[in-house]
T-cell receptor, first 116, second 114 residues
Framework: GNSVTQMEGPVTLSEEAFLTINCTYT??????LFWYVQYPGEGLQLLLK?????DKGSNKGFEATYRKETTSFHLEKGSVQVSDSAVYFC???????????????FGTGTQLKVEL | NAGVTQTPKFRVLKTGQSMTLLCAQD?????MYWYRQDPGMGLRLIHY???????AKGEVPDGYNVSRLKKQNFLLGLESAAPSQTSVYFC?????????????FGPGTRLTVL
């Protein structure tokens, strides 16, 4: 079956530090890959996505590249801010024409805390 | 547009009680989902629906039932609550087809079963 593995947190960084959150996946087909972010007390929001190999998703200074050869989708940001403090989830989907209903398989989440 | 809304926001139940969580979306999405979120386990899919009148089991369906009588609503029922069902429940919806479609999430319902 499908699975997503992401680095355990919490990750604590100083403001303006470089961020990497690792994510690797196992899938039987050709999944789409996502990063979702959850701010305290809220639901999940899509941060970025990539639908095929070598695609780069980017949003709000975050980016991730779909690497089929290493089955990875690592999240990076060059300079984090206090407002980036949240839980980040890596996820994959193999839905659509397979009848899978666009279901998402999530990693366990990585908590990021950014301090001044 | 309100997006995806969930009621209630918080609930405390005693073991054996029943309740229904309501999810509503105003984006005309075909697909809807119920997840539970537990510490260290990410989100796990309970049930989902690919259209009005249809439902299907997800990863952890035991102890839950769902109904999708109207396209915009997706109800999650607990017939006899157990402490193991203490969790935060999220509803989501998406357009049909294509694995690249974004799911839109509600704000969550925090349920405690004593």
């Amino acid at each position: 079956g499908n699975s997503v593995t992401q680095m355990e947190g919490p990750v604590t960084l100083s403001e303006e530090a470089f961020l990497t959150i690792n994510c690797t996946y196992t899938a039987t087909g050709y999944p789409s890959l996502f990063w979702y972010v959850q701010y305290p007390g809220e639901g999940l929001q899509l941060l970025l996505k990539a639908t095929k190999a070598d695609d780069k998703g980017s949003n709000k200074g975050f980016e991730a590249t779909y690497r089929k050869e290493t089955t990875s989708f690592h999240l990076e940001k060059g300079s984090v801010q206090v407002s980036d403090s949240a839980v980040y989830f890596c996820a994959l989907s193999e839905g659509g024409l397979t009848g899978g209903g666009n279901k998402l398989t999530f990693g366990t989440g990585t908590q990021l805390k950014v301090e001044l | 547009n309100a997006g995806v809304t969930q009621t209630p926001k918080f609930r405390v139940l005693k073991t054996g009680q029943s309740m229904t969580l309501l999810c509503a979306q105003d984006m005309n999405h075909e697909y809807m989902y119920w997840y539970r979120q537990d510490p260290g386990m990410g989100l796990r899919l309970i049930h989902y629906s690919v259209g009005e009148g249809t439902t299907a089991k997800g990863e952890v369906p035991d102890g839950y039932n769902v109904s999708r009588l109207k396209k915009q609503n997706f109800l999650l029922g607990l017939e006899s609550a157990a402490p193991s069902q203490t969790s935060v429940y999220f509803c989501a919806s998406s357009y049909e087809l294509a694995g690249g479609n974004e799911q839109f999430f509600g704000p969550g319902t925090r349920l405690t079963v004593l």
